[in-house]
């Protein structure tokens, strides 16, 4: 399983919360009223967030 660094973890969130604040369509059912901070942790929880990281080899 890969895991992420708590580095990369908030740098993917606050991308993703990002987009959806600046109108990108929002990949889950979120309830109603829910921030786009919000909207970004279901999405990575779910594991649907399309950002990828590359690391150095």
């Known amino acids: 399983m890969?895991?992420?660094?708590?580095?990369?973890?908030?740098?993917i969130i606050g991308?993703?919360?990002?987009?959806?604040?600046?109108g990108?369509?929002?990949?889950?059912?979120?309830?109603e009223g829910a921030t786009p901070?919000?909207?970004a942790i279901m999405e990575f929880e779910k594991g649907i967030i399309p950002i990828t990281v590359i690391?150095?080899?």
């Open 2 to 11: 890969f895991r992420y660094t708590r580095f990369e973890k908030a740098r």
């Open 15 to 22: 991308a993703r919360a990002l987009q959806i604040a600046m």
């Open 24 to 31: 990108a369509p929002v990949l889950i059912d979120v309830p």
């Open 37 to 39: 901070l919000e909207a």
């Open 55 to 57: 690391r150095p080899s």
